[in-house]
Structures are given as C-alpha cells and as structure tokens.
C-alpha cells in the first residue's frame, strides 16, 4: 500500500485460516523483541473501509493519528487514541491480504503482552511518547468479518489473552512523527 488513500476490497473468505492453522503459524513465530522493535506499517483509517498508509504519520496528544477517523468519531474513548498490534500476528491473520486491513495505527516488531507492557508503561515511537492505556483491544464482528470466527477465536483464548494478540491501546503524550522504519523502545514499564 502507498501514501494514496485506498478502498481495501472486501475481506476475502478465502484466505481465512482454521484455529488449528492459527496456532499452528503462531507457535511457529520467533518470540518478539521485549525492549526494542521497529515500525512496520503506519495505518490512518478513513470512514468506511478506507484507509491511507503513510510513510509519516503525525501524532497529537488529543487527536491520535492526525487524520485517522478516531479523533473525528462521536465516540472517541481517549484511552483509544492510538491502537498497536504485532506486525507478525497481523500478517497471520491476514494471510496475504493487505496488511492495513486489521485497521490497526502502528504495526510493530514489539511484544506487546500485559507482561511485558502493563498499563502505564510508555513507548518512544520515532519522535513520538505513547502510554499503554487499560482499554482492552478486542477483536470485535468486523474482525471476525475481516479473518473469520477461528482468528477471532484464537485472540480471545484464555491462555493467549495476556499475549495482547488482538493488539493494545495507547494514549498519545508527546506528539510528533512516526515513520516506516523507526524504531520503537520501551521507556518504562508501568
């Protein structure tokens, strides 16, 4: 995906993958990185299922990702500003579909486990501070509608929960820009 806006096509049935797949494909994934990972896709989300993959992205205290639909919808949760997800689950669960459809702010080489990043820890992401927020990140019907019911599934395991699978929240503190490519630090842990 480029810097242009897209319509991504609908979410292809076929490229559902089963649960025994899913786990399967996770148990075969090199642990992430705890301290230090890099940003592998930045994702604005426009109304509808629109979105823009920029090469910068710039992040506000207040708005998120400027331009992406979640500073502009009714009902903004400010723990929500900024959603992150593990770049290798998101390719997984993709399986060869655009990696922007999952609709996730920053993919990332990074765990993201409650373990690793309990809530209040904060991120330095390229010029940018995020704190990891208490919201849960769920897999909600448009990601069962997106990977099928198994991806679904397979993020709301109770032994996988604290893997965070689905992805995490943050709130942004220090503005700035995040490019492909940057590197992603944890600066604390909360």
């Known amino acids: 995906m480029n ?4 319509l991504l096509p609908p979410a292809d049935p076929r490229q559902h993958l089963p649960l025994a797949a899913l786990r399967a494909g996770l148990a075969a994934l090199p642990a992430p990185p705890l301290d230090h990972g ?21 992040f506000a205290p207040g708005q998120g990702l400027v331009g992406d639909r979640w500073a502009q919808s009714e009902r903004a949760h400010p723990e929500a ?18 990696l922007s459809l999952p609709g996730d702010n920053l993919l990332v080489t990074l765990d993201l486990s409650a373990a690793n990043l309990p809530t209040g820890s904060r991120l330095q992401v390229g010029e940018v501070v995020l704190e990891i927020t ?11 509608r997106r990977f099928g019911a198994d991806a679904r599934a397979l993020t709301a395991l109770d032994e996988l929960k604290p893997a965070r699978l689905r992805g995490i929240h943050a709130r942004v503190v220090t503005g700035g820009a995040v490019r492909c490519g940057d590197a992603v630090r944890v600066l604390g842990r909360g």
């Open 3 to 6: 810097d242009a806006q897209v």
């Open 81 to 98: 500003e900024v959603t992150l997800m593990r770049a290798d689950v998101a390719a997984l669960v993709c399986n060869g579909q655009d």
């Open 38 to 58: 890099v940003v592998a896709l930045v994702v604005e989300r426009h109304p509808g299922e629109a979105r823009r993959a920029p090469q910068v992205g710039w």
């Open 134 to 144: 208490a919201k849960p990140h769920t897999g909600c019907l448009k990601f069962e």
